[in-house]
């Protein structure tokens, strides 16, 4: 089946700084992309939908500010995760559907430890 | 999206076929049931899907009840590695309908 990427699978900040999540279909071009955040022994929630070529469409509750999305190609959408701070720490997740099939396809996730 | 209720938990014995129900009594004639299930620490993988008949693949089989109000997803031979979260979601197939929302799932637990 079709394969999503994500870098880094896992990355360590001081809380403060600024940390970019990448999102990549492997092979199928992904004109929509998800992003979904997972805490601890809970279940995925979606944080917004990414629209190559325009602005991402975020869930309520979800600082767009704060959660930038950008999908610049077919295959990348990247999430900028700004002025972190612990309880941002979280399982961070993406999907993407390959047009051709009506399966939604998930990335490995990154998991984000903010200290 | 329609509301799923899945049980919380599960116990099935290796070797033996893994049955998880899933309801979903308010889902709509355009609305599938797809299956999911995530690993420990690992994205979501995708199992089946279905409309209205019954499905088969490599990975499970998946009934659907005629009214449509619920489902289950059917691990004919499961093995230790198939101790997952089970999630049930129901969604329109279109374009614009890719995105999931996630319930609680079920916790399988297969034993030895």
């Known amino acids: 089946g079709a394969v999503v990427s994500q870098h880094p699978s896992w990355v360590i900040c001081k809380s403060g700084t600024s940390v970019k999540i990448e999102c990549r279909s492997l092979d199928f071009q992904a004109t929509t992309m998800f992003w979904y955040r997972q805490f601890p022994k809970q279940s995925l929630m979606l944080m917004a939908t990414?629209?190559?070529?325009?602005?991402?469409?975020?869930e309520q509750g979800v600082e767009k500010d704060k959660f930038l999305i950008n999908h610049a190609s077919l295959t990348l959408s990247t999430l900028t995760v700004t002025s972190a701070h612990p309880e941002d720490s979280s399982f961070y997740i993406c999907?993407?559907?390959?047009?051709?099939?009506?399966?939604?396809?998930f990335g490995p996730g990154t998991r984000l430890t903010v200290t | 999206d329609a509301k799923t209720t899945q049980p919380t938990s599960m116990d099935c014995a290796e070797g033996r076929a893994a049955n998880l129900p899933c309801n979903h009594s308010t889902i709509s004639g355009n609305e599938y049931v797809y299956w999911y299930r995530q690993i420990h620490s690992q994205g979501p993988q995708y199992i089946i899907h279905g409309l209205k008949n019954n499905e088969t693949n490599e990975m499970a089989s998946l009934i659907i009840t005629e009214d449509r109000k619920s489902s289950t997803l059917i691990l004919p031979h499961a093995t230790l590695r198939d101790t997952a979260v089970y999630y049930c979601i129901v969604r329109p197939d279109n374009t614009n309908a890719g995105k999931s929302t996630f319930g609680d799932g079920t916790t399988l637990t297969v034993k030895p």
């Open positions: 999907s993407a559907r390959d047009p051709q099939h009506i399966e939604q396809y």
């Open positions: 990414s629209n190559e070529g325009s602005k991402a469409t975020y």
